[in-house]
């Protein structure tokens, strides 16, 4: 008889190796029932390979997954759908010209007997009764067409749901939220928790990770550095596990007097995320700094930027 665990999910000590890269090196990751778990890590770290090979794109080298403590091989896609998995990615994957159902239920579109018509009857009422589950108000016959991307992340989260996935992972969901879609957001995924899913939750976004997680797992160079829960820890202790060491003792060397300025930037705005960025590049002969500076000049046509100022949506540590 198998042990009876707490866990949803159990990945053990994968491996996986590209040409020159060891991408995860004896990783594993334990995801609680009915739990929010964040999993951090800097851009390389290892948390894309990893939710690959869960989601069965690419296959691991060597390791197990379990789900409900039973060992599973995932091979695809489709494998990793029927054992209940699905991710919500950051591109949101809807088709405009079809209906907010229709979208729903893309790839399992209910029939009636005997000609296996749509049964657009049941794929109506069966939207609106997911869409009511999540506490969302969406009109579900009319397009996806001018949907905002809110809307059409909550129509993919509607789309898992009617697959009866019950673990969920989320792809840098809020990266182009405002604030109230963020929380808006919050209560969903708390409300899929209270209601039976685990969710892995990637974000480079600190403070959401304290808002909504509970757990959190870093990784760094394709290995497991950190598991805990996230009250033991705050900001500080997971950007050393991060970067590998502690901002506070590291020494930076000025520049000052390196050369003279090639590209400055001063207040550029560009939406909610690119909010009052100022920096300057200065000539040290590196080819680097050559090729940013020539690059800059030949795409925007200017080596200094003035951004205007736009309404801001203040976010804190970012990674």
């Not at 009915?34 to 794109?57: D, E, F, P, R, W």
């Not at 029927?82 to 229709?102: K, N």
């Not at 506490?135 to 992340?153: C, F, M, S």
Request: charge should be positive; proline fraction near 2%; include cysteine.
């Amino acid at each position: 008889m198998s042990k009876i665990t707490n866990f949803d999910l159990q990945i053990e000590n994968v491996y996986k190796h590209f040409p020159g890269v060891q991408a995860l090196d004896n990783v594993s990751f334990f995801l609680k029932k009915q739990s929010v778990h964040a999993l951090l890590g800097q851009n390389g770290a290892g948390k894309s390979t990893l939710i690959n090979v869960l989601m069965g794109s690419f296959p691991m080298d060597s390791g197990k997954i379990r789900i409900d403590n039973q060992e599973v091989e995932i091979k695809s896609t489709a494998d990793a759908l029927s054992l209940g998995l699905a991710c919500i990615y950051q591109e949101m994957f809807t088709i405009p010209d079809v209906s907010v159902a229709e979208n729903i239920f893309l790839g399992d579109i209910p029939s009636k007997k005997p000609l296996n018509n749509v049964d657009f009857n049941y794929m109506y009422s069966r939207a609106e009764q997911i869409l009511e589950e999540m506490g969302v108000d969406l009109n579900v016959k009319r397009k996806t067409r001018g949907l905002g991307v809110a809307e059409q992340q909550l129509i993919m989260i509607a789309r898992a749901l009617q697959r009866k996935s019950r673990i969920l992972v989320m792809d840098e969901p809020t990266a182009s939220l405002d604030k109230s879609e963020i929380q808006k957001l919050f209560r969903i995924i708390r409300k899929l928790t209270q209601n039976g899913h685990s969710i892995i939750y990637i974000s480079h976004y600190l403070d959401e990770i304290f808002e909504i997680a509970d757990e959190v797992t870093i990784l760094r160079n394709g290995k497991n550095v950190k598991t805990g829960n996230i009250n033991e820890l705050d900001e500080s202790n997971i950007i050393e596990y991060m970067l590998g060491y502690n901002q506070a003792n590291k020494n930076f060397s000025s520049n000052e007097n390196v050369g003279k300025v090639v590209l400055e930037v001063e207040n550029l705005n560009n939406g909610p995320r690119v909010q009052d960025i100022c920096f300057l590049v200065k000539k040290r002969g590196n080819c680097r700094h050559r090729r940013a500076a020539r690059i800059w000049k030949n795409g925007i046509g200017k080596n200094n930027i003035r951004g205007r100022q736009e309404k801001k949506r203040h976010r804190e540590n970012s990674w």
